[in-house]
């Protein structure tokens, strides 16, 4: 398995471009998350999936959009990037079992804007 | 409001002694506890859980934490510290809303580890 993948791994933006955030699992899991991680301020949590078709806002969804059309995929969408947006991504995924709350995550991707 | 607090930044152990990195939570009801760890330019790790049962959960890599929910802690701890130890260890919470749902994870700030030779 190759678990929980990100593409791509950096990215530099422009004050006002948009890109997507691609991440796939391969574990069959329901779950599936996106989280920004800011220095010295943990994860925060962005968005969450918990099926094909179900989408629920987290912490500090503004400025980003979801969609889950399959179950192994999530991306992640920026619109009109902001410096405020410069952080690492990282996208996991969890079983989404009563005896399974650990989720997995991915590489992570860098993005930059300036 | 429900949070986790790690209230050290680093940790720095001498290789062989024992570690200990803090973590205490305020969440109403009964929390659900995580550790994971994080190598420099990697995603985190699931280390260990606790969900129920006894307070004294192992873990991989020879990590063990406790709960003790008199004082609404959950330390993680390592008998003997490693070099390869070195990393970033974040506590988290879920927060299990109403209906069933599995409930999100809420992170503290994170601590750094240093264990040096």
């Known amino acids: 398995n190759a678990g929980v993948t990100q593409t791509p791994k950096f990215r530099i933006l422009k004050i006002g471009q948009s890109m997507t955030l691609q991440c796939a699992q391969d574990?069959?899991?329901?779950?599936m998350y996106w989280y920004r991680q800011d220095p010295g301020m943990g994860l925060k949590l962005i968005y969450y999936?918990?099926?094909?078709?179900?989408?629920d806002k987290g912490e500090v969804p503004n400025g980003y959009n979801v969609s889950r059309s399959t179950t192994e995929d999530f991306p992640l969408r920026l619109e009109l990037a902001a410096p405020s947006q410069t952080s690492v991504y990282f996208c996991?995924?969890?079983?989404?079992?009563?005896?399974?709350?650990?989720?997995?995550f991915g590489p992570g991707t860098r993005l930059t804007v300036t | 409001a429900q949070s986790v607090a790690q209230p050290e930044d680093q940790v720095n152990v001498a290789e062989g002694n024992p570690l200990t990195v803090k973590c205490t939570y305020s969440?109403?009801?009964?929390?659900?506890l995580f550790w994971y760890v994080q190598y420099p330019n990697r995603g985190l790790q699931f280390l260990l859980k606790?969900?129920?049962?006894?307070?004294l959960v192992k873990g991989s890599y020879g990590f063990e934490a406790e709960f003790n929910k008199s004082q609404t802690s959950f330390h993680l701890k390592k008998p003997s510290a490693l070099v390869s130890d070195s990393a970033l260890y974040f506590c988290?919470?879920?927060?299990?809303?109403?209906?069933?749902?599995?409930?999100?994870?809420?992170f503290g700030k994170g601590t750094k580890l240093s264990v040096k030779p």
């Open positions: 996991a995924s969890s079983p989404g079992t009563t005896s399974s709350y650990e989720q997995y």
């Open positions: 574990m069959n899991h329901n779950y």
């Open positions: 999936s918990v099926g094909a078709g179900i989408t």
């Open positions: 969440v109403s009801g009964n929390p659900y």
């Open positions: 606790y969900i129920t049962g006894d307070n």
């Open positions: 988290a919470v879920i927060l299990r809303p109403y209906g069933g749902s599995q409930g999100n994870l809420i």
